[in-house]
């Protein structure tokens, strides 16, 4: 395991280079023992100077981001987690006298706001320390160089979308088409309960559920068994479980009604119902997510349960395009990560 501090600061993040000329963010291995949050105090006080880091839970400009609970003490956001292998090519080291190939890494990335207050623009940086602003380079330096290449990609993620990203390696399976599909949905599931403490709010209660209700019908039909089974969904995701069962399945039912009364209004009225979060990019998000959740929890997301979670992204102006999930084949039977561009088919 290492741990990977994104240090904001002035709009950019705070990279040295190394030996090889690589650039890395501040970091190391915990200590035997020691949990990977504290090893991110523990590097972020020997990387920087004392005094210098912001009040627990303070955002960067523009975003409505705060600490959790157990991270308040310390000021430190969780932004992730990369499992990745080192090897020559890929700019990594490997424990002495081991062979690079053969060493698997968990990177765990914790982000922590440097106080303008205290640390100004113009202030000297540490030795070997700069900074670098994502996509405004002189140089033509982004985090997508920075190294290893799957961390960068993971902070460029988090400065994008203020989401923990969970990536991990191929998996290998006697049917990867199915592994790669209970992952998805993990991943998405892992996402919003990172979440949870945001999502609080009867606008998006009654946007999920709304979303839950367009894929439930997004064939046109659905029957008492499929009502039961969404229900039973709805009432098992942990980033509802703060909702009464009784209101949650209240809402659903009447989505229900209108659709099968009139499949046209009653999706227009849903589609209200999901643009009460649009502009709350946190709430926005997290409802693609959720309509991706119970769209693959059978099994297969089809192309009518696709389209009602492009649609939703249309009402709330977003791109499907950019969930940052992994993507499934469905051409081919096989295959591990889809699209490069992370795209839901």
């Known amino acids: 395991m290492d741990v990977a501090?994104?240090?904001?600061?002035?709009?950019?993040?705070?990279?040295?280079?190394?030996?090889?000329?690589?650039?890395?963010?501040?970091?190391?291995?915990?200590?035997?023992?020691?949990?990977?949050?504290?090893?991110?105090?523990?590097?972020?006080?020997?990387?920087?100077?004392?005094?210098?880091?912001?009040?627990?839970?303070?955002?960067?400009?523009?975003?409505?981001?705060?600490?959790?609970?157990?991270?308040?003490?310390?000021?430190?956001?969780?932004?992730?987690?990369?499992?990745?292998?080192?090897?020559?090519?890929?700019?990594?080291?490997?424990?002495?006298?081991?062979?690079?190939?053969?060493?698997?890494?968990?990177?765990?990335?914790y982000a922590v706001a440097l106080d303008p207050a205290r640390h100004r623009t113009g202030t000297a940086l540490p030795p070997g320390l700069r900074l670098l602003r994502p996509y405004e380079g002189t140089s033509g330096t982004t985090l997508a160089d920075v190294r290893p290449v799957e961390v960068g990609r993971a902070a460029t993620a988090w400065w994008s979308e203020r989401w923990p990203s969970w990536n991990g390696l191929a998996v290998t399976d006697a049917e990867p088409w199915w592994t790669a599909l209970r992952q998805s949905v993990r991943t998405l599931r892992a996402q919003l309960t990172a979440r949870r403490d945001d999502l609080r709010g009867e606008a998006f209660r009654d946007a999920a559920v709304a979303v839950c209700a367009l894929v439930a019908v997004a064939d046109g039909r659905v029957d008492p068994e499929e009502r039961d089974a969404m229900v039973a969904s709805i009432h098992g995701e942990a980033v509802l479980a703060d909702y009464p069962r009784a209101d949650l399945e209240r809402l659903f039912d009447q989505?229900?009604?209108?659709?099968?009364?009139?499949?046209?209004?009653?999706?227009?009225?849903?589609?209200?119902?999901?643009?009460?979060?649009?502009?709350?990019?946190?709430?926005?998000?997290?409802?693609?997510?959720?309509?991706?959740?119970?769209?693959?929890?059978?099994?297969?997301?089809?192309?009518?349960?696709?389209?009602?979670?492009?649609?939703?992204?249309?009402?709330?102006?977003?791109?499907?395009?950019?969930?940052?999930?992994?993507?499934?084949?469905?051409?081919?039977?096989?295959?591990?990560?889809?699209?490069?561009?992370?795209?839901?088919?």
Request: charged share 20%; net charge positive.
């Open 5 to 109: 501090l994104l240090v904001e600061l002035d709009g950019g993040f705070l990279v040295h280079s190394t030996g090889d000329g690589a650039l890395r963010f501040p970091g190391g291995p915990p200590r035997p023992g020691e949990s990977s949050l504290a090893a991110a105090g523990r590097l972020l006080r020997a990387t920087l100077p004392r005094g210098v880091v912001s009040a627990p839970g303070s955002p960067r400009q523009g975003t409505a981001r705060s600490a959790r609970p157990q991270e308040a003490g310390r000021g430190f956001a969780f932004a992730g987690c990369v499992e990745h292998s080192h090897s020559g090519s890929g700019g990594g080291s490997a424990p002495p006298g081991g062979p690079a190939h053969d060493r698997h890494v968990l990177t765990v990335l």
């Open 255 to 345: 989505h229900v009604t209108r659709l099968r009364a009139d499949l046209v209004a009653g999706r227009r009225a849903a589609m209200r119902e999901i643009g009460k979060v649009r502009g709350d990019a946190v709430r926005s998000w997290a409802v693609l997510r959720f309509g991706a959740v119970v769209g693959r929890a059978d099994g297969y997301f089809d192309p009518d349960e696709r389209r009602v979670v492009q649609d939703a992204a249309e009402v709330l102006g977003l791109s499907a395009n950019a969930l940052a999930v992994q993507a499934v084949d469905e051409g081919t039977g096989g295959g591990h990560g889809g699209d490069p561009d992370g795209s839901l088919r």
